[in-house]
């Protein structure tokens, strides 16, 4: 690992209001359910020392990143939404569900009807975090996004397939710290820290 890096500290959107064991991908756009700002101190003091702050264009992260950064006016860059469940965008994952069966790499390449995969979700995601790890090199960057996005990031980290991220688990408001070094490489710091 050399050179100059990208340091990048992603950050799950607070829970999403009404969305509780549903679909809830791009193309839903239910508020935040952040809590109180006293509550708030453990998360914004580790989220301490950011030079810059990016957020996916979804109201659930832009109203998380408020709360958490009100200090900066954040980047939306529109590749960082969720993934598009399709037709079971805000439908019950009882009423809506993958085929039994499937192994890690048969749930990274399923769409849902008129959605994408979460390989397709990477492909996506993949050449809008090399854009922001080129432009702010050696900076502290703190995105909020989602569970499907933060799981892209760890596999472009790894330098793995699509499946082998899906298992990772991505709480609401949780941190994950990223490392990219110019040379390619990559360091992953924490995966899922809850502070609050």
Known sequence: MSGTAARFLWIRHAPSAGAEGRWTGRRSDPHAVLPAPAELGPLWDACSGIDHVVTSPLRRAR????????????????????????????????????????????????????????????????????????THADRRLAVVAHGGVIRAALAMAMHADAFSAVAFDIAPLSLTSITLFEDGAARIDHVNRVVV
């Open 63 to 134: 109203e998380t990143a408020g709360a958490l950064f009100p200090e900066h006016a954040p980047r939306i860059v529109e590749a960082l939404a969720e993934q598009d469940f399709g037709a079971w965008d805000g439908r019950a994952y009882a009423d809506a569900s993958m085929p039994p069966g499937l192994d890690a790499a048969g749930i990274a390449g399923f769409r849902p009807p008129g959605g994408e995969s979460f390989a397709d979700l990477l492909e996506r995601v993949r050449p809008a975090i090399a854009g922001l790890a080129e």
